[in-house]
């Protein structure tokens, strides 16, 4: 993990500044922050409903938007942001952003490993998930307008951070898990 940590870092070592920037905001450091996550993705969703381009428009200006960003913010962040500035809590930070993403990719590729070792060990039991968790999607997909339902991944993934720094969560995750553990008691003591 840390040789690939060093190599993410390498690599994305231009980006920094503006990294680091982000990340302050994803894990909503200031509380207007969430509302302005909120706006900005509104506003951005907003111009691509009323401009409705077609697939290949909105793919290629997608593509032409990340290689000028490619290209423009390893130039312009130092200027922007003052790289003279970058002390050893940002560099350790920085550290701690890109071994996260390395961790996350791992998960990925884990995941992806489960799945085709259970397509190897049990067909049947591989096919059945897959096809019912496909056709949920499907159904999903059929029922919410396409944009909106991207609208709405796109704004958890960007709260996401945020709701889990603040331990949002946590709370509810554990509210969940209090209430199912009093349902199977009370399914428990109806079998007695």
């Known amino acids: 993990i840390a040789q690939e940590t060093a190599q993410l870092e390498e690599q994305?070592?231009?980006?920094?500044e503006v990294i680091l920037a982000g990340d302050r905001v994803v894990r909503w450091e200031k509380p207007w922050f969430p509302g302005a996550l909120m706006g900005g993705t509104t506003v951005l969703f907003l111009l691509i409903y009323y401009l409705d381009p077609s697939v290949l428009t909105g793919l290629s200006c997608s593509v032409m938007l990340l290689c000028l960003a490619d290209y423009l913010v390893p130039t312009l962040a130092p200027r922007v942001f003052g790289s003279n500035k970058w002390t050893t809590e940002q560099q350790q930070r920085f550290h701690e952003i890109c071994g996260n993403l390395v961790k996350t990719q791992r998960r990925v590729v884990g995941w992806w490993k489960r799945l085709c070792a259970l397509k190897e060990e049990k067909?049947?039991?591989?096919?059945?998930?897959?096809?019912?968790?496909?056709?949920?999607?499907?159904?999903?997909?059929?029922?919410?307008?396409?944009?909106?339902?991207?609208?709405?991944?796109?704004?958890?993934?960007?709260?996401?951070?945020?709701?889990?720094?603040?331990?949002?969560?946590?709370?509810?995750?554990?509210?969940?898990?209090?209430?199912?553990?009093?349902?199977?008691?009370q399914k428990e003591k109806k079998n007695e």
């Open 12 to 16: 994305l070592q231009g980006w920094g």
């Open 123 to 185: 067909p049947k039991m591989y096919f059945a998930s897959v096809i019912s968790s496909l056709l949920a999607v499907a159904w999903i997909g059929q029922q919410v307008h396409n944009l909106f339902l991207t609208y709405l991944i796109v704004s958890f993934l960007l709260l996401l951070p945020g709701l889990n720094q603040h331990g949002v969560i946590t709370k509810y995750a554990s509210m969940a898990k209090r209430e199912i553990n009093k349902l199977l008691k």
